[in-house]
């Protein structure tokens, strides 16, 4: 048993876990800015 095999699976489910924050961040991000552009143009 290797703790390095183990410590580099860790990792690697934090860099997944850190893509999909990013791109859920990103959608609602985009989302916000969709919404304010549209109601600046309601206005």
């Known amino acids: 048993m290797s703790t ?3 410590s580099l699976e860790r990792y ?3 860099i997944i ?3 999909a924050a ?3 961040g990103l ?3 985009g989302v916000w ?3 304010a ?3 600046a ?3």
């Open 12 to 14: 690697r489910q934090w």
């Open 22 to 24: 990013l791109k859920i």
């Open 4 to 6: 390095d095999n183990n």
């Open 33 to 35: 800015v969709t919404l």
């Open 27 to 29: 959608v609602v991000y």
């Open 37 to 39: 552009v549209y109601q």
């Open 17 to 19: 876990a850190g893509t």
């Open 41 to 43: 143009g309601l206005e």
